[in-house]
């Protein structure tokens, strides 16, 4: 079991100290240490920990740090506490190496959630109106697939795992396909495609992993892990990205979770995400293709009528008490300001954060 704290640089509001929040991600491990520690490690099953949002060797250090001074007040030995780095950043992508170097004796491997490194790839690439990103990404192309080959080629160099992220297709041809790339092992956003899963790991991997399976690695330049996908921007994928903005922010902030829109799960990262891609659209004016032939530019306007549209729908669909209750109105808010915003947020949850224990 691998438990996820929050990133360092998120607030827990719960708790002050001298008048401002502690981090959250502190507060996380506290809480992990205090209550889980003792009777995980007795039983030699950890604790383990996905640590995300680790943006470069620097923040890894500090992270190996803290976890040996938790282990030390808590009185653990040595390296009980490890850890999963998951990739979500394009800075993280060029520095794996050095963060598996500072977390030596705890590293477990690496992962990659393309949600957040899509949207890290966007606020890098803000000002560049030649990387201007479709709302369809393939994963194994461009920036995202060097990515996912960097991390089977660092893992394995450096002796850990490389646990892929799940395709969105419960087909065993895609299944297996990251296993075929080199992954050890993949993490499902959907319960569902579970036992697929483990029938696909289980065809083509004969062993528990593939460190030092011999491999033919392709040469990884700088570059590469910036290069952008291609594609033209469409108004379907305008109009769904608005609804899975809208719709995966409005849960966050109803305390619901990941929701399921259009069969896939969507949470917090897919909310930063489709926002990110708004901003982007709209700061460059993005040439969008219309269902009946002709193209469109992006606007604040246009996507203010946009945003209107999908809470027209959804309190049609929903009622408006059903409406109210799921906080769609503040997530609409929220996402319309952050989209026009100059410059762009970081992160979606830190506008959305204060309304968590607020009527709307």
Not at 28 to 49: E, K, Q
Not at 138 to 154: Q, Y
Not at 256 to 274: C, E, M, N, T, Y
Request: proline letters at 7%; hydrophobic letters at 45%; a negative charge.
């Amino acid at each position: 079991m691998l438990i996820r704290p929050r990133p360092l640089d998120r607030d827990e509001p719960a708790l002050l100290i001298g008048g401002h929040p502690v981090s959250a991600g502190l507060f996380d491990l506290a809480l992990i240490v205090t209550h889980l520690a003792t009777p995980l490690s007795a039983r030699d099953m950890g604790p383990y920990l996905q640590l995300g949002g680790i943006d470069g060797h620097r923040e890894a250090r500090l992270w190996s740090e803290i976890l040996d001074i938790a282990e030390e007040r808590a009185g653990l030995a040595p390296g009980t506490i490890r850890a999963e780095v998951s990739i979500e950043s394009v800075n993280a992508g060029f520095e794996m190496d050095e963060i598996l170097w500072e977390l030596r004796g705890r590293a477990l491997g690496l992962t990659l959630r393309r949600a957040p490194l899509t949207a890290s790839y966007l606020r890098l690439m803000r000002a560049h109106p030649d990387a201007v990103l479709p709302a369809t990404l393939d994963p194994e192309a461009a920036f995202l697939g060097t990515c996912a080959a960097r991390m089977v080629k660092v893992a394995h160099r450096r002796g850990t795992h490389a646990i892929a992220e799940g395709p969105d297709s419960a087909e065993a041809s895609q299944l297996r396909r990251p296993l075929d790339e080199g992954c050890d092992g993949m993490w499902l956003a959907a319960p569902e495609r579970i036992e697929p899963a483990r029938e696909a790991t289980a065809r083509a991997l004969p062993g528990a992993h593939q460190i030092g399976k011999p491999r033919q690695y392709f040469r990884i330049s700088p570059e590469m892990l910036l290069k952008p996908h291609t594609g033209p921007v469409t108004e379907a994928g305008l109009r769904g990205t608005v609804h899975v903005a809208i719709g995966a922010l409005a849960a966050w902030i109803a305390g619901r979770g990941p929701v399921r829109i259009d069969d896939q799960l969507h949470g917090l990262a897919s909310a930063d995400l489709a926002r990110a891609r708004l901003g982007q659209w709209l700061a460059h004016g993005a040439s969008v293709e219309m269902e009946a032939g002709e193209s469109r530019r992006m606007t604040a306007d246009w996507l203010a009528e946009l945003i209107h549209e999908e809470i027209v729908a959804l309190v049609e669909w929903l009622g408006p008490h059903s409406f109210h209750r799921g906080r769609y109105a503040s997530a609409a808010r929220i996402v319309q300001e952050a989209a026009c915003a100059t410059p762009q947020p970081d992160h979606v949850a830190r506008l959305a954060a204060p309304l968590l224990d607020t009527l709307d």
